[in-house]
């Protein structure tokens, strides 16, 4: 399982590695330090913390979220499989994206809960791009 470093969490969730750090410290996401001592969240913590801050995200309070080209970096916090078709849920910030997409593909791009990815909007499809 992929872990993030208190900077990468950050950016996956919008906000600075100040405020993650303070979360962090206040126990509201779970860390452990690798051999070089530095503060690791597991991928799956951070998957079902960033949907927890998604929720409770209020845009006056918070700073807008914004990205460039339409692209937004997050997290997998949900894949779920059919025979043929799949759905594949990223948490970018306070957004929620969700992009059906072929099974195939899917498996393809080793798309699991707890790793990065970014979603790409155009129109009314939503493109995921393993990072």
Do not use: C
């Amino acid at each position: 399982m992929q872990s993030y470093t208190i900077g990468q969490a950050a950016r996956l969730l919008g906000v600075s590695p100040d405020t993650a750090r303070r979360w962090a410290d206040a126990g509201r996401v779970a860390t452990h330090r690798d051999e070089a001592g530095r503060r690791l969240i597991d991928g799956r913590d951070l998957a079902a913390f960033s949907v927890e801050v998604g929720q409770g995200a209020h845009p006056e309070d918070d700073e807008p979220y914004t990205s460039a080209r339409n692209a937004f970096p997050g997290i997998v916090t949900a894949v779920k499989l059919g025979d043929v078709a799949a759905q594949v849920e990223i948490q970018a910030g306070p957004h929620r994206l969700v992009s059906l997409l072929t099974r195939e593909a899917v498996e393809e791009l080793g798309l699991e809960v707890g790793m990065q990815a970014t979603a790409r909007v155009k129109s009314t499809s939503v493109h995921i791009d393993r990072t």
